[in-house]
Every structure is written in structure tokens, then in C-alpha cells.
């Protein structure tokens, strides 16, 4: 196989899709992959070569067959242990792993990068990722919940594991509202749950579900000082520019293999059975518990 230095662009769609066949077939070529997946020859033996570069298939002669990390990564897959295929990755895909490095090593920046500051990055480390690689690591890594991006701005950030305070969340959360709320349409008081959440989430590089359940208590704790609003059913503030990326595994009834959803409605947050869409912080004494 001869030494290519850029990645072959290949979703986890296809990744799984292939180590299924691998797992089911004593022998995977060209032709046979060519036609289970619909694809052309020429894009098969892409497929082929990158997976095998992510050492889940080992090449024999014109063949390629499974090995014992073609198992263990589709077992992960079924499990939906996403963090298992992270760590996989991360030791086995040299493109993976360098990627996840710059995000890391940026992950105390208020902002995340955006893919063009993701390659200049590259650049000056010296590393084999370009464009393409930025654009499909970034796009596995968000549907694994590794990564997320700021639904308006596009900038990426590697998710920590721990969770904010609730004195630094609702710091961070009055300073972002106050910087929203100067061009709020709303009388300049109000402002878009969406909004909000993408900015503490990017700030914080924490999950939009620990934003959801971290804002429920420090609205709580905080009532009269923080004031939610409803919204009409057609509100733009339940659309972002881009779409949120996740990821369902299908059925293995022929070939594994996964199903890419995207959801650019954005929802506000519920609480007590009622959803609020827009939030408001008033100046009334009152701290956070």
C-alpha cells in the first residue's frame, strides 16, 4: 500500500458500514465492497485503504479481512459507547488524534477555532491535516459528542469532563446575557435561550445538556433576578444557522451501520412542564446557591 500522507475522506458511516462487511465476509476486495455499498470502484478502495490505515482491516495479497480490533470496534458501536470509540481513535488514527490535540490545547480560550484557525494550527506543528481532514474529524467528533459547534458562529471546542459551578455558571451567564442583550430586539431585556446556550457551551466546553440542567438550577435558585419567557410557535429563536449533528445506530439485520440525523430547530428549556424560549436577568439582589 503505498504511504499516502492526507486522509482519504470517509464518514463513520461507511467506517462501520465496512467492518460489518468484514465481520460477516472471510474476504473483503474491491468489487465485492463496490457493490454492497453502491459505491464506485475507485471510491471502494478508498474506503478500504483508510479503514485499513485505522488498523480495523488487515491487507492480504489483493484482500482484506478482519482482525481482532474490527470486533471490539463494532461492539463499541453497538453499545453506543462512544467514548470507547473516541479512545480507539485517538490510539490507532494518527489524523484523529492530531486533531484532538490542537482542540485540546485551545480548550482555555473562551472561543473554539474555527477550521480555517483549526489547519493554521496544523500548519505550524507540522502536522498531515488539511481541510478535508478539519472538515470529516470535526463532523465525527461532533456526532460522538467529542466536540461541539457554536451553532451561529461555526467554532469548534473539545468537551471537558467537568462541570461548572453554579457561581461560575451564573457569572459567566450574566456577562454573556449583557453582551447579547445590547442587540436584542426585544427591548433590550430579553434574550434567546438558543443563543445563550451556545455561547455558555462554548465558553464553558460543556455539553447543551449540561447548559439545560445547570440553567434549571441557577433559575431556581435565582427567581425574580432572572425572569423566562414563552414563545410563538414560529419564533426564529428556535433556528440556528447550522445544525446540530448526532448520530443512531441502524439495525444489523444485513450490514451495521449508522444513520446521521441533523436537527437545526433549536429548543428552549422546560421546566415545571411549561418551555421557556427567552431569558431576562434584572438587578434585584439575589445570589446563586
Same mark, same amino acid.
Given at each position: 500500500?503505498?504511504?499516502?500522507?492526507?486522509?482519504?475522506?470517509?464518514?463513520?458511516?461507511?467506517?462501520?458500514?465496512?467492518?460489518?462487511?468484514?465481520?460477516? %465476509?472471510?474476504?473483503?476486495? =474491491?468489487?465485492?465492497?463496490?457493490?454492497?455499498?453502491?459505491?464506485?470502484?475507485?471510491? #471502494?478502495? @478508498? &474506503? !478500504?485503504?483508510?479503514?485499513?490505515?485505522?488498523?480495523?482491516?488487515?491487507?492480504?495479497?489483493?484482500?482484506?479481512?478482519?482482525?481482532?480490533?474490527?470486533?471490539?470496534?463494532?461492539?463499541?458501536?453497538?453499545?453506543?459507547?462512544?467514548?470507547?470509540?473516541?479512545?480507539?481513535?485517538?490510539?490507532?488514527?494518527?489524523?484523529?488524534?492530531?486533531?484532538?490535540?490542537?482542540?485540546?490545547?485551545?480548550?482555555?480560550?473562551?472561543?473554539?477555532? %474555527?477550521?480555517?484557525?483549526? =489547519?493554521?494550527?496544523?500548519?505550524?506543528?507540522?502536522?498531515?491535516?488539511?481541510?478535508? #481532514?478539519? @472538515? &470529516? !474529524?470535526?463532523?465525527?467528533?461532533?456526532?460522538?459528542?467529542?466536540?461541539?459547534?457554536?451553532?451561529?458562529?461555526?467554532?469548534?471546542?473539545?468537551?471537558?469532563?467537568?462541570?461548572?459551578?453554579?457561581?461560575?455558571?451564573?457569572?459567566?451567564?450574566?456577562?454573556?446575557?449583557?453582551?447579547?442583550?445590547?442587540?436584542?430586539?426585544?427591548?433590550?431585556?430579553?434574550?434567546?435561550?438558543?443563543?445563550?446556550?451556545?455561547?455558555?457551551?462554548?465558553?464553558?466546553?460543556?455539553?447543551?445538556?449540561?447548559?439545560?440542567?445547570?440553567?434549571?438550577?441557577?433559575?431556581?435558585?435565582?427567581?425574580?433576578?432572572?425572569?423566562?419567557?414563552?414563545?410563538?410557535?414560529?419564533?426564529?429563536?428556535?433556528?440556528?444557522?447550522?445544525?446540530?449533528?448526532?448520530?443512531?445506530?441502524?439495525?444489523?439485520?444485513?450490514?451495521?451501520?449508522?444513520?446521521?440525523?441533523?436537527?437545526?430547530?433549536?429548543?428552549?428549556?422546560?421546566?415545571?412542564?411549561?418551555?421557556?424560549?427567552?431569558?431576562?436577568?434584572?438587578?434585584?439582589?439575589?445570589?446563586?446557591?
Amino acid at each position: 500500500m503505498a504511504d499516502r500522507k492526507t486522509i482519504r475522506p470517509v464518514t463513520l458511516r461507511r467506517v462501520v458500514e465496512v467492518c460489518s462487511l468484514a465481520s460477516q %465476509s472471510k474476504f473483503l476486495n =474491491i468489487k465485492n465492497v463496490s457493490k454492497k455499498l453502491n459505491t464506485t470502484p475507485s471510491r #471502494a478502495k @478508498e &474506503v !478500504l485503504l483508510e479503514v485499513e490505515r485505522m488498523d480495523l482491516l488487515s491487507h492480504v495479497g489483493d484482500f482484506w479481512i478482519a482482525n481482532s480490533r474490527t470486533s471490539e470496534f463494532l461492539r463499541y458501536f453497538e453499545s453506543k459507547d462512544w467514548e470507547k470509540i473516541h479512545k480507539y481513535f485517538l490510539k490507532h488514527y494518527n489524523f484523529y488524534s492530531e486533531f484532538i490535540r490542537i482542540l485540546q490545547d485551545y480548550s482555555e480560550k473562551e472561543e473554539g477555532l %474555527s477550521v480555517n484557525e483549526i =489547519i493554521e494550527e496544523a500548519v505550524r506543528r507540522k502536522t498531515h491535516l488539511n481541510r478535508t #481532514a478539519a @472538515e &470529516v !474529524l470535526s463532523d465525527w467528533c461532533e456526532r460522538l459528542g467529542i466536540v461541539q459547534r457554536n451553532l451561529y458562529t461555526a467554532k469548534i471546542y473539545f468537551l471537558r469532563d467537568e462541570k461548572p459551578s453554579l457561581d461560575d455558571f451564573f457569572s459567566i451567564l450574566l456577562k454573556i446575557y449583557r453582551k447579547l442583550s445590547i442587540s436584542s430586539w426585544w427591548r433590550e431585556v430579553f434574550v434567546e435561550i438558543p443563543l445563550i446556550r451556545e455561547h455558555m457551551c462554548e465558553q464553558l466546553k460543556i455539553s447543551r445538556k449540561t447548559f439545560d440542567k445547570t440553567l434549571k438550577q441557577v433559575y431556581l435558585n435565582n427567581i425574580g433576578k432572572i425572569e423566562l419567557s414563552g414563545a410563538p410557535i414560529t419564533t426564529l429563536a428556535k433556528k440556528s444557522p447550522l445544525s446540530e449533528k448526532r448520530i443512531k445506530l441502524v439495525g444489523k439485520k444485513a450490514i451495521m451501520s449508522t444513520q446521521s440525523r441533523l436537527q437545526r430547530e433549536r429548543e428552549g428549556i422546560t421546566i415545571n412542564k411549561k418551555t421557556y424560549y427567552y431569558l431576562a436577568m434584572h438587578k434585584r439582589k439575589s445570589t446563586p446557591r
